[in-house]
């Protein structure tokens, strides 16, 4: 008990460890108070075009298509074609048709729209003529939304694994971790001083972050819950790993830093790319993939996924348990 204290104590002296647990709280109630965050504009068309060298006319039927903005200089043009954050569309006149540029980095659409544009303005007469059926545009960007809010949880579940490790690593600097050694201890008891800490402030840190995000009922909230407690016990884990196996604070910080791009970035890659098969099967190797999914699959009702991505982390949290236990019994057996 007196090492939970001391643990507690560390925490509340250490302005970084607060800042890491506050963090995900602070960023879900500015997504709360900020609402929606719309997104449409980026999926419009937007076009370039030399100033005084397409008709009226030509412009004018450009911009029922999007925006269009006209350059002095063809430098002017093609610097605003290349630049990475726009997907704008050169457009030149070419004779009696059109003639487009792109830069290549743009999304798909857009250079679908780009090759499709010549032929469209040929046929812009019979176009004419066509009876014309407004639909409401989707907004090819509205599912990426869907996609921050887990990404905060995500970060507030696996923040208990920035702390065990540089817990341990200081304990190390410090000489503390030698007389850990000596201690009369089993590594369960040294893995429940070192976990909990950051277990229940990662923990603490989810559930608030959830509320302020999600609107559950209370068998919903039930399975938030378990996700939010596995996923934090399980980066608790794996941050004694990088503890244990870091030789220096440098060398300990690479560490979290790779693993918190692993964790953060495959869940989203695989949201975004839509993984499945024997693929999917390998993300689940990362626990932070089937708790992302498991959040994903709550807000949009699906008990069954989220019931089995609960089942996938408990799992984790056994095998990452019996993996440390293993190796630190193992570890004291060849020191003695």
Not at 9 to 20: A, I
Request: proline share 4%; hydrophobic share 50%.
């Amino acid at each position: 008990m007196r090492g939970l204290k001391y643990q507690m104590k560390s925490v509340l002296r250490d302005k970084f460890c607060l800042m890491t647990f506050l963090l995900p709280i602070l960023v879900a109630v500015a997504l709360h108070f900020m609402g929606s965050i719309d997104m449409s504009s980026l999926g419009e068309l937007h076009f370039g075009v030399l100033e005084n060298e397409l008709s009226p006319q030509t412009v004018t039927w450009l911009e029922r298509y999007g925006p269009v903005t006209a350059y002095g200089t063809q430098e002017e043009l093609t610097a605003a074609i290349n630049e990475p954050s726009t997907n704008v569309i050169g457009v030149r006149a070419d004779g009696d048709s059109l003639k487009t540029a792109v830069s290549g980095d743009e999304l798909d659409i857009f250079r679908q729209a780009a090759a499709t544009l010549p032929a469209l303005y040929e046929r812009r007469e019979a176009g004419g003529q066509a009876k014309i059926r407004t639909l409401e545009r989707p907004d090819i960007m509205e599912s990426l939304q869907g996609i921050f809010i887990p990404a905060v949880l995500i970060v507030a579940m696996f923040m208990g694994c920035t702390f065990n490790a540089m817990n341990i690593i200081s304990e190390k600097e410090d000489g503390v971790a030698f007389v850990n050694e000596i201690l009369p201890m089993t590594p369960s008891q040294y893995i429940l001083q070192k976990v909990v800490v950051g277990f229940l402030f990662g923990s603490l840190s989810s559930i608030v972050t959830a509320c302020i995000c999600f609107r559950l009922s209370l068998q919903n909230f039930g399975l938030m819950l378990a996700l939010i407690v596995l996923s934090s016990f399980v980066a608790a884990l794996i941050g004694l790993f990088i503890g244990k196996f870091s030789e220096g604070l440098m060398v300990g910080v690479v560490y979290i830093k790779i693993v918190m791009l692993v964790f953060i970035a495959v869940p989203i890659l695989c949201a975004l790319i839509g993984v499945s098969g024997p693929l999917a099967v390998i993300c689940n190797f990362v626990p932070s993939q089937p708790a992302f999914e498991g959040i994903m699959a709550l807000s949009a009702g699906s008990m069954g996924t989220a019931m089995k991505d609960t089942g996938i982390l408990a799992i984790h949290c056994i095998a990452w348990f019996a993996l440390y236990v293993l190796i630190s019994t193992r570890r004291k057996k060849l020191a003695v």
